[in-house]
């Protein structure tokens, strides 16, 4: 499922490295082949929840066979398209089993799982998610470079097949009604309200930043080109350290593996903001956000796996479409700062929406505390530590 993950974060994201080459091969605009990526996300989010409650009584290995099967059969595709409007399509089916995948993967491999290392099996899955943003994508876009863009798309289909053959032959059959991890431990649907928004609010604010981050290393902080790769990799690596160091925080601490990495962001922000031309400065404060951002997402899903007030499943899909609603959001706040105020702005943006985040999780406890006493707590009220 890691594996899968990895390829499902490469393929969202593959044209970003290639808007050139596909731009010339499919006679479209550059800005076009940019859609492809809009579109992507904004797919996922509106579908995620729908699709969930669609496929809620089929089995997880059956469910995982058939997403996976389309996600290849897309990707295909996607290597043979004649014209951007089939690319297009393609990547509307992609994203269509996208929706599904992250509504199930987390519960499904929690449910194979003793509760206790749930957040660390969690934090091992969406490792592959990490790894496919940090080198998932610079490697397709080396093969595109190298060997044309459809040769990138073909490359990926390859681990899909591999990863499909492996959930036919080893995945166990699971009843998605009847495990530990088909419903919330603690249900409460104000804790999930909370815990989604701020999900949402934070990966704003991560988004505000990242998507013109490369302009602030040049601008503000005046690192060379050949720079700018290496502090890419420094943040995603610091990312996929993040993220494993998470799970186990999670299973232990699961409101305080949010709000910490949380409070980290935003000062590794703020750090980017008050003293963008310290090169030095600017070195910890990305290391220290590509950090907290990997343990944000673990953290979050974990949470949802404890209060979901119904199906994880759902649950999961509605915290995925909170996700790529925050990325979306994100990104157009960033260029509106970018066209309005600074680039410096952004890292400030940035910081105002990630410490929102962290605000809602602190009122968490508050919100408990309002249950009046004397009223026995229910499975939709009892506190999740």
Known sequence: MAVAA??????????????????????????????????YGLT???????????TLGIPRRILLIRILGLFLVATWISAAAPTYWVLLLARLLTSLSQAVFWAVVAPTVAGLFQPAVRGRIIALTFSGASLGGVLGVPAATWIGQ??????????????????LVVVVLRLPDTDPEHN????????????????????????????T?????????????????????PMLLLYG????????????????????????????????????????????????????????????????????????????????AGNSAAFNLGIASGALTGGVLVETVSVRSVALGGAVLSAMALALALIEPALLRSIPRGVPPTRESRPAD
């Not at 309200?193 to 604010?205: D, F, Y």
């Not at 290393?217 to 700018?228: P, R």
């Open 146 to 163: 190298g060997a044309g863009w459809r040769i990138a798309f073909v490359a990926l289909s390859v681990l899909t097949a591999i990863v």
């Open 6 to 39: 990895f390829s499902f974060v490469t393929t969202e994201n593959l044209p970003i490295g290639l808007l050139s080459l596909i731009a010339d091969d499919l006679n479209a605009s550059v800005s076009s082949v940019g859609l492809l990526v809009t579109f």
């Open 209 to 229: 930043t990242y998507t013109y981050l490369v302009a602030f290393l040049d601008e503000v902080s005046g690192f060379a080109e050949q720079a700018i790769t």
């Open 44 to 54: 996922v989010a509106v579908v995620s929840v729908p699709v969930a409650k669609l």
């Open 180 to 207: 530990h991890a088909s419903r919330g431990a603690d249900p409460d649907r104000r804790v999930y309200a909370l815990v989604v928004s701020a999900n949402a609010l934070m990966v704003a604010g991560v988004f």
């Open 237 to 316: 690596a610091a990312g996929v350290v993040g993220g494993l160091a998470a799970g186990a925080t999670s299973d232990r601490h699961p409101r305080l593996a949010f709000t910490a990495p949380s409070a980290v962001l935003v000062v590794a922000l703020l750090g980017l903001y008050a003293l963008g031309e310290e090169r030095s400065v600017v070195i910890a404060c990305v290391s220290l956000a590509g950090f907290a951002c990997a343990c944000v997402p673990i953290a979050t899903q974990n949470r949802i796996m404890q209060v979901a007030p119904g199906s994880t499943d759902v649950a999961s």
